[in-house]
């Protein structure tokens, strides 16, 4: 069967379903009608065929065009027939749909690159529509021409109107900003030339001058619709009352106390009530916290400000009274900041007069500053009034100064010497080799500004610096023949100060000051003895610094030889005591070493009593025993007890002590502190007990701290029988090693 478009169609035996009326009659007739309703009838047959055959080429068409559509190069086909008709209907749908999505999304994309500038906009749309109807490209073709037009004018129309938009909204924007710029700009003119001068006249009318400029360009914004006529309003009453606030605070900085600030903030407050001020209520709030910050931050400035510089006025007036450098650029700078607080001008005056007492008492001694403290009370006293505020800030600091001072001396006099006296007392230099020579070469010149600067400061003569003992100690821990060698420096260097210098180490340097006290005494053993002090010594250091323990042990009972020995001998002279019984340590362990003696054999323990004796000045000469300790009779017996062990000076003979003591004679005792009224004959039926500085004189037993001495009534009697050596010797000459020299 042939459809409309003249195809074959291929046709199913038709399974109709429903009953088809062709008119048939029940009952064949004879008159010929009957086949002419049988030929209508298959002709409606035909007719119902045909249509579906229409339906089904549409259906197909359709289906090909809309396929084919995709293709961009699809055109139509022009064709006639029912199937083509319907494949380029579809095709030209599908085609236009498509173009019509490439079409809104260059228009899109356009619209993201240009949507601010509508004149650039609307040139890229042009170009977009020129393109894709340019012939040559093939994307309108004329069948789709005027549908393409209005979808294109319909799409482009929304997004040019969005462009201007954004154009004209920019424009605002932009002169928004640069109203605030230029407003910002004026705000930083104001407020610079406000704190810059804000009592001046001029400073007004250059701020009105800004706010007017501002109030002209706010206006503009107004007529612009980049603002509203309200927000301009606001922004001029926020810029005048900005600029009186400022005015406020400006002024309020320049007032440099916090009583000054709120005297000002009171007066603030009753324009405002008066009505004499441009400030409205908000403006004097703010104004108000800020005046009452700045008095609270003056009064706390000022606190801190003030202890700064009286911290900085005292160091100095430390310093100069103290005679060290101190800075002028300091004392300046601290004269300037003090100038800047309340009351600023009283402690600069303070300052200046406390530096013109310190030019004053900085070569005073400890004891005349004290003095001079004494001297003002009692000159209020004598006037029968109290001490002023300022006499006793005076008295308060010369005790200041005098403590001050005093801690110095006794901390290291020389260094402070150095300072205060400009007495030079250069380190003691001790060399690997030859250390005995360059002590000796040194320490002449040291006592001598050891004793001028005691003379200068009232203060016991002190020949050593912290440094100097320092140095010494390390020679003294590690033994050797360079210890002994320094103990003879010092002993034929200083002379007759040897004593008080060896004295002055013992509580360091226990060891060295024995040696050179043996050194010093002149006995035959001494070099021996020393030598044997600074063996132990040195095995000791050697040991410590290998980590192990490589000398002879004491005897368990050491303890317990040296009470028989020595008795009540060191009873106020524990500190010597201490330093003999380090040197007796040292020579025994050199000779228990040397003979492999064990500390708990009988030898043992009679080695260790010989060293007792001998680092206490035990030596024997022609047989004839010198120092060490001994039994002592004053003679006539003391309360039963006759004969106490008691130390003997190294170089005098071990039992013609006594005979020493009697030499001494009254003049000579009565001239020293705590002989007073004492006679001599008190001295010499008493007992000597060794202690600080020589010998005091025990009236009994002297055996613990009840024991009684020879006194004044005040303070004990002590006498330096190893410094009245040459005197004494002169008197019984026998009675010394070497006799009259």
Known sequence: MANKRGNNVQ??????????????????????????????????????????????????????????????????????????AAADEAGQTSYFNNLDAKLRTS????????????????????????????????????????????????????????????????QRDQARASAVVAASAGETVREQGIRALPRAPETRQAVEATLV??????????????????????????????????????????????DAVAAYRTQMLKDFSDGKTKLDAGG???????????????????????????????????????????????????????????????????????LLIASVVRSRRPDELDAMADEITAGAQKAGRGLSTEEGARIQELREMSSKKRSALNADPLAYARRSLKIETPPLVLPEKDAGAAVAAQIGPRTAAAKAAAAGQGTPVRYLTNDDRLALKAVADAGGSRMV????????????????????????????????????????SAARTATDIATGLSLNHVAGAQGARAVPNLPKNAPALKRGEFGAAYLNSGAYQEQITAAAKAIYQARAAGKNIDGESTEGRLLYQQSLHEAAGRSTVDGQDYGGVTKYNPGGGIMGHPSQPVLVPPNVKADSFRSVIRAIRTDEIQALPGGAGVTASEVHYAVPVRVKGGYAFALGDAKDDTTRYVSDGKQRLVIDVEGMESVLRGRVPDAYLGGKK
């Open 11 to 84: 046709v199913d035996t038709p399974r109709f379903r429903g009953t088809v009326d062709v008119g048939n009659a029940a009952v064949p007739r004879g008159d010929g009608s009957d086949a002419a309703a049988v030929a209508a009838g298959y002709g409606a047959l035909a007719r119902e065929a045909g249509e579906w055959a229409d339906k089904a080429a549409k259906i197909e068409g359709k289906r090909e065009g809309e396929i084919a559509g995709l293709d961009p190069a699809w055109r139509p086909s022009g064709s006639t027939t029912i199937r083509g």
């Open 485 to 524: 060698e320094v103990a003879r420096g010092i002993v034929e260097g200083a002379g007759q100060d040897a004593p008080a210098i060896l004295r002055e180490i013992g509580g360091d340097m226990p060891e060295m000051a024995v040696a050179g006290q043996l050194l010093a005494a002149g006995v035959p």
């Open 284 to 354: 004097v709030a703010r104004a108000e916290a800020y005046l009452e910050q700045r008095e609270r931050q003056l009064r706390v400035r000022g606190v801190q400000d003030r202890a700064v510089v009286t911290g900085i006025f005292d160091k100095i007036v430390g310093q100069y009274a103290d005679n060290i450098p101190t800075s002028p650029e300091e004392a300046a700078a601290a004269r300037q900041k003090a100038l800047a607080i309340p009351g600023g001008e009283a402690l600069v005056a303070d300052f200046d007069k406390r």
């Open 213 to 258: 400029e501002d109030d002209l360009r706010d206006a503009q914004l107004v007529r612009s619709e980049a603002i509203t006529a309200e927000q301009a309003a606001k922004s001029r009453v926020k810029r005048r009352q900005d600029a009186e606030v400022t005015f406020v605070q400006a002024t309020g900085d320049t007032l440099n106390t916090p």
């Open 107 to 170: 228009l899109t994309d356009a619209y993201q690159q240009h949507q601010n500038d509508p004149t650039a906009l609307k040139a890229a749309f042009d170009t977009i529509k020129a393109s894709m109807m340019d012939p040559a490209k093939g994307d309108v073709f004329p069948e789709i021409a005027s549908s393409f037009n209005a979808s294109f004018e319909r799409l482009r129309l929304p997004f040019q109107i969005k462009a201007l938009d954004n154009f004209q909204g920019q």
